[in-house]
Structures are given as structure tokens and as C-alpha cells.
């Protein structure tokens, strides 16, 4: 029975929301070889000044060695380096996991 969790900013609209999360449900299904009934998608708004603590340091950090997708941006870093966060898509060189 998966469960899929997606964490976003805020600022997408409720039909990308739909799109998204029937295309994982197809994805799964495809993929993992469930049927439709078992498969379950969440998708929560995080504003960007929460992401660092709420997503990056408390889900991806902290489940480093989970992760089969790893991001490509390091908010940690970067502000460290005096850069502003500019967004979780950026592309930039991934730092080590901060702990």
C-alpha cells in the first residue's frame, strides 16, 4: 500500500496538484505493480523560509542514506556562503548531508 508524499512550495496550481499526483499514481502502478485503490498521494505546501528546517534538514538530511533520489542543492551551504536560497529546483552542486 504506498503512500507518496510530495513537498512543494506553495504556488502551484490544484489542477498541476491533480496532474502530479495522478501521474505518480500511474507511475506506481506501473512500476510497482499495485492496483489503483492501493495507491495513495499527499502532496503539502511548504513556504521557502520553512523549507530548510522543515524539509531539508528534517527529511532529506536526516534520511540521507533513504534517499534514492538525492537533491542537487544545499540551502545550508549556501546560506552559510551568504547566498540567498533561491529555490529547491536550482541547480547547483549538492553539499554533504548537514547534521
Not at 489503483?36 to 542514506?65: F, G, L, M, N, R
Not at 538525492?70 to 529555490?87: C, I, L, M, Q
Amino acid at each position: 500500500m504506498p503512500h507518496v508524499v510530495v513537498k512543494l512550495w506553495p504556488g502551484k496550481s490544484e489542477k498541476q496538484k491533480t496532474q502530479l499526483a495522478k501521474e505518480i499514481v500511474k507511475d506506481v502502478m506501473s512500476v510497482l505493480n499495485y492496483g489503483e485503490e492501493a495507491v495513495s498521494v499527499a502532496i503539502e505546501e511548504v513556504p521557502p523560509q520553512d523549507w530548510t528546517e522543515k524539509v531539508y534538514k528534517a527529511d532529506i538530511v536526516k534520511h540521507w542514506d533513504k534517499l534514492y533520489q538525492k537533491p542537487g542543492y544545499n540551502p545550508v551551504e549556501e546560506r552559510a556562503a551568504g547566498e540567498a536560497f533561491a529555490a529547491p529546483c536550482r541547480k547547483s552542486q549538492p553539499g554533504p548531508p548537514v547534521r
